[in-house]
């Protein structure tokens, strides 16, 4: 079983060696879409894999769990590495038209590829200092591309996106030290069933407030947010979206996984402060972005608002709840990288990406107007469009244990959200061009024109089909966040049919 | 710098540093040593040449680029990880070979592992040199 596991890893990396290696001509363009094809056919045999076992495992090298790099894929892990493959092609496709000879040459699709078999990676790894690595990886190649061309504003960025990151990546460091003193193991599937164990569970709840800190950095939550508006704008629009869509949310699956499978003995305490944490990140993040005027930028704040609804469902910790969580992440992660797709078009086809020198979209490009609309309203939770689905399961999983001011929180901010979705409608779309361009389509080169908006309409598509029909999507979810909630299966999957209960005699050092 | 003596010392210097780090790479399977230290010696060498001679010198006799030289090492470390799939086993299990093993006698081992090794040492060689050249070019 090891290798379908391993597959979604080797190929991003054997496609960043080839497409680096033919960076010079066309050819390296091409080894990267065809790479990331392969990759999608790859994921999907996992999803395939994991719907029919329930968790699939496989221990890297042959070195048995817990004592080697365990490889795991449970419904959500193989959720997240399909709509990893899923935004990769559409960003490699987009890449095509976006990324000139120059970037090409100094390596673009090298560094997206590793960026991605990282990304990969963290959602499929079973081990805690493996997540690290996988981390590291992302942190190496995003900087890389984050300061790709090096513009000015791009080095400002990079720099801040580097420090707060470094230090993201300290905290988690030095948490995952202390859990191995206690514990004596980086397994998470071991971690489960030794940390609940523990006798100092006082000292487990510090520990876990480091996790929650380098993972919130990671996420991009209240108040460990501002390096990301700080960043976000500036690079290439294909890393803009392929950052804005996964990178951040590779921080909230973290969350997720240690948090509902790790830490889970004081929740009342850590629970609560995700909670908090959930209802400022939502507020701060749209209020953030009714005060841009930048398309990206708008765009950026929303990644951060949106982020509080996916702790909202962590924190609020009922099945109903995580399952909301985890539906919430998989239709951002397409409505995210599809909205900083379409902001790199329409700054293409009006000249900026700034809102008070740009419109008439509308009027001469309507077919970008019609793709915006959907992701845009999806953003905001307007039925039948996948975001309204997520909204909804996640309000009613508040309003199921009285959460009565978070659920006003989200909801308010859903209101607030369409304002921001409006702006732009009303800046970029509605009114006439301040310069008086006619912002028509046709003023981007045929070829280019087709690289740019296949990925659009197919990211719109798998919108309107998760919104049209969500039941097999949200059921999906359900069965995600039961798996995280009573990770027996995964325990016994990667430990061995006898894991649990835990031995007598574990048991006992443990405490 | 523009210095006959370091010119000259760094002749033989780097010829022994290149040597060494071959040396390292080798060893490390069960001493210290191995493709991580191995590449950083071998970096050193051509960082001295780059010092007395100019990076452009460097850069002639590298012959590649070094960027390719590290992304062919990722590309070598993989294939050892791969390579186990022939031999129908998980990712990355190292796979043995003893040349002329008899009973009693080990032979020469040769292995997946020391491939991987060799993958690492180009990765770290090549990674250094790309820094290393840029940054001298910048100033």
């Given amino acids: 079983m090891s290798w379908i596991l391993a597959a979604p890893l080797v190929l991003p990396f054997l496609t960043a060696v080839l497409s680096f290696l033919w960076r010079h001509s066309p050819a390296g363009r091409r080894i990267s879409v065809a790479g990331n094809v392969a990759l999608l056919v790859a994921a999907g045999a996992l999803l395939a894999a994991v719907l029919d076992e329930g968790v699939v495992a496989g221990q890297m090298g ?89 513009s000015r504003a791009q080095i400002d960025g990079g720099i801040k996106y580097v420090t707060l990151n470094l230090i993201s990546t300290i905290l988690f460091l030095s948490g995952v030290g202390l859990l191995y003193g206690m514990t004596g193991t980086l397994n998470m599937a071991d971690l489960a069933r030794v940390v609940p164990a523990l006798e100092d569970q006082g000292l487990v709840t510090t520990v876990a407030m480091l996790f929650m800190i380098a993972f919130g950095v990671k996420a991009a939550v209240f108040p460990l947010f501002f390096w990301l508006p700080a960043s976000y704008h500036t690079p290439a629009y294909a890393v803009s979206a392929v950052f804005a869509g996964l990178l951040t949310k590779v921080g909230v699956y973290a969350l997720i996984r240690v948090f509902t499978m790790i830490f889970t003995e004081d929740t009342g305490y850590t629970h609560t402060i995700l909670l908090w944490v959930a209802g400022l990140t939502m507020i701060t993040g749209v209020l953030g972005a009714a005060a841009q005027n930048d398309m990206r930028k708008i765009l950026s704040f929303h990644i951060v608002s949106q982020i509080g609804y996916m702790v909202l469902g962590l924190a609020l910790y009922t099945p109903l709840a995580v399952a909301g969580a985890v539906f919430y992440v998989v239709h951002h992660i397409i409505v995210k990288a599809n909205l900083f797709l379409i902001a790199g078009i329409a700054e293409r086809a009006a000249g900026s990406s700034d809102l008070a020198r740009i419109g008439g979209l509308y009027k001469s490009a309507p077919l970008l107007g019609a793709l915006f609309l ?84 197919g990211l719109a598509a798998l919108t309107m089909l998760i919104g049209l029909f969500p039941q097999p999507f949200i059921g999906f979810a359900e069965t995600a966040a039961q798996q995280l909630l009573d990770p027996s299966d995964y325990i016994r999957t990667v430990l061995g049919a006898d894991a649990l209960p835990m031995p007598a005699d574990l048991a006992e050092e443990a405490s | ?102 009973l009693g006698e080990k032979g020469l081992p040769l292995s997946t592992v020391l491939v991987f090794d060799i993958g690492v040492y180009l990765v770290v060689f090549g990674s250094i040199l790309t820094l290393v050249f840029a940054m001298e070019e910048e100033i």
């Fill in chain 1, 374 to 457: 959907v992701p845009a309203f999806s953003l905001a939770g307007f039925p039948p469009l996948s975001g309204f689905w997520a909204k909804y399961v996640l309000v009613a999983a508040a309003l199921d244990v009285q959460g009565w001011l978070v659920a006003g929180v989200a909801l308010l901010v859903g209101a607030l959200t369409i304002y921001s979705m409006t702006k732009i409608w009303a800046e970029a779309f509605w009114k006439a061009h301040p310069d008086g361009v006619e912002p028509k389509l046709t003023r981007i080169g045929t070829a280019q024109r087709r690289w740019l908006l296949a990925p659009v309409i």
């Fill in chain 2, 1 to 102: 710098m523009n210095s006959i003596i370091l010119r000259a010392g760094t002749r033989y210097l780097s010829a022994l540093l290149l040597v060494f780090s071959l040396y390292m790479l080798l060893r490390g399977h069960n001493e210290p040593g191995g493709g991580f230290i191995g590449g950083l010696i071998g970096a050193i060498g051509f960082v001295l040449f780059a010092i007395a001679s100019g990076v452009a010198d460097a850069r002639r006799s590298l012959r590649v680029q070094p960027q390719n030289i590290a992304m062919v090492g990722l590309g070598i470390a993989l294939i050892a990880g791969i390579a186990a799939a022939l031999f129908g086993d998980d990712l990355f299990t190292g796979q043995w070979l003893f040349l002329g093993a008899a």
């Fill in chain 1, 62 to 150: 042959g070195w048995a769990a817990p004592f080697g790099i365990t490889l795991v894929a449970d419904y959500l892990g193989a959720a997240m590495a399909m709509i990893t493959a899923i935004t990769a092609l559409a960003t490699a496709l987009y890449a095509m038209g976006d990324i000139d000879e120059h970037k090409a040459g100094l390596g673009f699709h090298a560094l997206f590829n590793v960026l991605i078999g990282g990304v990969t990676g963290a959602f499929l790894t079973g081990d805690l200092f493996n997540l690290y690595v996988w981390f590291e990886v992302m942190l190496i190649s995003s900087f890389g591309l984050l300061v790709l061309g090096a």
